[in-house]
């Protein structure tokens, strides 16, 4: 599968080191159409191919949208990125949220910090469809209040009725209003019917496995619980094994895992 021809659109910087691209397909090409929770291999002519999650908004396939942070030798030549340069697109790969099963369910989102960008696809979708889901908590944390993703957009949601939006820092600053603890330290203020009810699940891991125990001991089963996991990765397509993960690959049977599925490694080091 060869890459496809995208021009950047628009550039917004999100935090110091995080930035969402906004791309278009170059002239004459095709939109692409994604699932929540799914990614695209982004290529930086000339530096190379990297693994980065669809932010955007399904229902809008003419706008690909990706939040990345620039951490080293691609991200931070797409990071260096100026509207009307060219990307190369490979995607959309993998097996994304179960948008599906969680209908007629309550649904509680838990991201820790860049986390919140694959879940944004899930939040577009549950919003837009309200009537088919159950109650909607999103419980976002985040280092610092300069490390929140999506501000704006997160008041939004705030205001609506329909949603529970719980924000928390780790450590405020003297600007900071709100909570702070880490993003478990939510589930205190959060009001789901767990014996009816879906979890997707995204950030650093050490964060998933908190989040994991949290939502155990509040009765929600391993079926109901859903992770998405990251891996180094190279073809995406499952015939390097690049991104093997016990007995699975991440690009094709994730990177969204259901955590029964996953939990006899889940959480090793060297796996
Ligand atoms: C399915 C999937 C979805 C992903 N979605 C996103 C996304 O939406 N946004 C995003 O920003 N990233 C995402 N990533 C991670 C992203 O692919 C990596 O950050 C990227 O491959 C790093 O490549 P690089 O060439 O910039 O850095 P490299 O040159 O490979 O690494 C440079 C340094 O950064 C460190 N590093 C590498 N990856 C990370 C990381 N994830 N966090 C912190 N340090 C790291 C390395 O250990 C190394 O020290 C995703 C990964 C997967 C597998
Ligand atoms: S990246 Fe090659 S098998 Fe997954």
Known sequence: ???????????RRETADTLTLTLKPAEGGTTLRFTPGQFNMLYRLGLGEVPIS??????????LVHTLRAVGTVTKGLASLRPGEAVGVRGPFGAGWPMEAARGKDV?????????????????????????????????????PGDLLYRRELERWRGRFDVDVLVTVDRGDAGWR??????????????????????MVCGPEVMMRFT????????????????????????????????????????KDGPVFRYDRIKAFFGKREI
């Open 54 to 63: 669809i932010s955007g908004d399904p229902s809008r396939p003419d706008r």
């Open 212 to 251: 994991v125990a949290e939502l155990k001991a509040r009765g929600i089963p391993d079926d109901r619980i859903y992770l998405s996991m990251e891996r180094n990765m190279k073809c995406a397509l499952g015939f390097c094994g690049h991104c093997q993960f016990g007995p699975v690959f991440v690009c």
């Open 108 to 144: 509680v989102v838990v991201a820790g910090g860049i986390g919140l960008a694959p879940l944004r696809p899930a939040i577009y979708h549950l919003l837009a469809r309200r009537h088919d889901y159950g109650r909607v908590v999103l419980l976002y944390g985040a280092r610092t």
């Open 178 to 199: 709100g909570h702070v603890g880490v993003v478990t330290t939510l589930f205190t203020r959060a009001f789901f019917d767990a014996d009816d009810c879906v979890a």
């Open 1 to 11: 599968m060869v890459p496809i021809l995208f021009h950047v659109e628009q550039v």
